[in-house]
């Protein structure tokens, strides 16, 4: 073989290494944003089944302008709830209810950008004024 041939191969080589690792960040960073909209979602129906909750009257099976009934755990606005967290596919999410505020916590299954911790966001539910406010973390 000649210098001109091994040199060829050897550039080829260098070629395909670096478009495998671009292909598996692009595929790390998509499944990341991907996690992140799902919990987002997820956090998103669960702020919507809540105030729905919240703002049925008891006799109607809601809570009457209250978070918790008395039959809250074991399902909770449609969901299986151990009183602490709730866990879906797309991760796990822990809810606080503070007076007329639910805090929801959500933690998801893939690394986030930061490269140490995984996805996350934090959601506020007001029941009185149906306010939502949303920090994605990570």
Do not use: C
Not at 20 to 35: E, P, Y
Not at 40 to 69: C, E, I, Q, R
Not at 83 to 107: H, R, S
Not at 114 to 137: H, K, P
């Amino acid at each position: 073989m000649g210098t001109q041939q091994i040199l060829l191969i050897v550039l080829s080589v260098i070629i395909v290494g670096i478009a495998v690792a671009v292909g598996i960040t692009m595929f790390n960073a998509q499944a990341t944003n991907s996690n992140r909209q799902a919990i987002v979602g997820d956090m998103n129906n669960f702020a919507a089944s809540a105030l729905s909750f919240y703002k049925t009257p008891v006799t109607h099976g809601g809570g009457g302008n209250t978070w918790v009934s008395t039959n809250a755990v074991g399902t909770w606005i449609g969901y299986d709830w151990d009183g602490t967290d709730l866990e879906t596919g797309n991760g796990t999410f822990v809810l606080t209810v503070a007076g007329d505020i639910v805090t929801i916590v959500g933690t998801g299954i893939e690394v986030g950008s930061n490269g140490s911790t995984n996805v996350s966001a934090t959601m506020t539910v007001t029941g009185a004024t149906s306010a939502i406010t949303m920090t994605i973390n990570n």
